[in-house]
């Protein structure tokens, strides 16, 4: 069964403290992870897709990397408005209709 | 910049009642999907629809459930007899091929 596993639950960090958030998955043929932000009451907000190991990706203060077993999204110098929830996903083999199978998240808070 | 749009935002229905939740995906995408999150769990899969039928679903998507494309701007989700445990956020979401989804804000359905 396919899984994916978010580490920590919850990160609190103060304005400018670098820090990694962690997906790891165990699926049966990856074909993307995905990572999305989502904030209280909102839908998720797309901010990257990794297909293939040792791929990265920037975006301002975010960079997103994939290996065989985890994902990691680096958060460089963050600001309050980074808070949020960070969702990871994944697309399988299994997945004939491109379904995507979340974890729970790792809520971030940020404080000045 | 295109968003995928959905109403009501919030809905308050009877046990037992019928719900339809509308959704406008994004003009040129030809994939579309519902999604839930009950509050505090994870945001979790429901069905994808594609040329005009249903190209996956989950165990979540039972016989309440329908999904219909009435027109070339609508997508819509019908929960026909609804449960106490049918409350949460859904989201529809569309993506232009099988790659990147995006997500609307939700609907907040409440089962009372």
């Known amino acids: 069964e396919d899984q994916v596993t978010q580490s920590p639950e919850a990160l609190r960090l103060q304005e400018g403290e670098s820090s990694s958030l962690n997906c790891s998955y165990t699926v049966s043929g990856l074909r993307g992870l995905f990572w999305y932000r989502q904030d209280p009451g909102k839908g998720p907000e797309f901010l990257f897709t990794l297909y293939s190991a040792g791929e990265e990706k920037e975006k301002e203060r975010l960079k997103a990397t994939l290996t065989k077993k985890e994902s990691f999204l680096h958060i460089t110098a963050p600001k309050p408005e980074d808070s949020a929830t960070y969702l990871c996903?994944?697309?399988?083999?299994?997945?004939?209709?491109?379904?995507?199978?979340f974890g729970k998240g790792t809520s971030l808070l940020v404080t000045p | 910049e295109p968003e995928v749009t959905q109403t009501p935002s919030h809905q308050v229905t009877q046990m037992g009642q019928e719900v339809i939740l509308h959704c406008v995906p994004i003009?040129?995408?030809?994939?579309f999907y519902w999604y839930r999150q009950i509050l505090g769990q994870k945001v979790e899969f429901l069905v994808s629809f594609y040329n005009n039928e249903i190209s996956e679903k989950s165990e979540i998507f039972d016989d309440q459930f329908s999904v219909e494309r009435p027109d070339g701007s609508n997508f819509t989700l019908k929960i026909r007899s609804t449960k106490l445990e049918d409350s949460a956020m859904y989201f529809c979401?569309?993506?232009?091929?099988?790659?990147?989804?995006?997500f609307g804000e939700g609907s907040w359905l409440t089962v009372v």
């Open positions: 996903a994944v697309r399988a083999d299994s997945n004939s209709g491109y379904a995507l199978n």
């Open positions: 003009s040129n995408h030809l994939y």
């Open positions: 979401a569309s993506s232009e091929r099988g790659n990147t989804i995006y």
